[in-house]
């Protein structure tokens, strides 16, 4: 199978959090799945690192080499993705979990979240 991991769990996973239950943490660690992670994800956890509202154990490039070593693939966004972008509902706002339901939905991707409004998209 071939999953887009949402930002919240990508962060729960890395520490270990309790919120990500056993059925999660098998399809990220079945070697048998392709996980991806979208680049506005990245870009998400480096602006919250800019503005205080999140911290990392390490830096970026830490991040980088742990993503690598895991096996996550890294998923550009293209316009395909943006013109989808333009024609979701407003069910969710946040202009990063947007890209990630575009892509997910455009690539055909089965998302992995926690989250009830990206939820209503699939």
Same mark, same amino acid.
């Given at each position: 199978?071939?999953?887009?991991? +949402?930002?919240?769990?990508?962060?729960?996973?890395?520490?270990?959090?309790?919120?990500?239950? #056993?059925?999660?943490? %098998?399809?990220?660690? #079945?070697? !048998? #799945?392709?996980?991806?992670? %979208? #680049? !506005?994800?990245?870009?998400?956890? !480096? @602006?919250? /690192?800019?503005? =205080?509202?999140?911290?990392?154990? =390490? %830096? /970026?490039?830490?991040?980088?080499?742990?993503?690598?070593?895991? =096996?996550?693939?890294? /998923? $550009? *966004? +293209?316009? +395909? +993705?943006?013109?989808?972008?333009?024609?979701?509902?407003? *069910?969710?706002?946040?202009?990063?979990?947007?890209?990630?339901?575009?892509? !997910?939905?455009?690539? %055909?991707? $089965?998302? @992995?979240?926690?989250? =009830?409004?990206?939820?209503?998209?699939?």
């Amino acid at each position: 199978m071939k999953y887009l991991i +949402d930002t919240h769990i990508l962060l729960w996973y890395i520490v270990g959090d309790k919120r990500i239950n #056993n059925e999660t943490k %098998s399809k990220i660690e #079945n070697k !048998a #799945n392709q996980i991806f992670l %979208s #680049n !506005a994800s990245i870009w998400e956890i !480096a @602006i919250k /690192l800019s503005i =205080g509202r999140l911290k990392l154990n =390490g %830096s /970026l490039d830490d991040l980088k080499e742990y993503l690598d070593r895991k =096996g996550f693939k890294l /998923l $550009e *966004y +293209d316009f +395909d +993705d943006l013109e989808l972008l333009l024609r979701l509902p407003f *069910y969710h706002q946040d202009p990063f979990d947007r890209l990630i339901i575009a892509q !997910a939905k455009s690539k %055909s991707l $089965e998302i @992995i979240t926690n989250d =009830g409004q990206i939820l209503k998209y699939f």
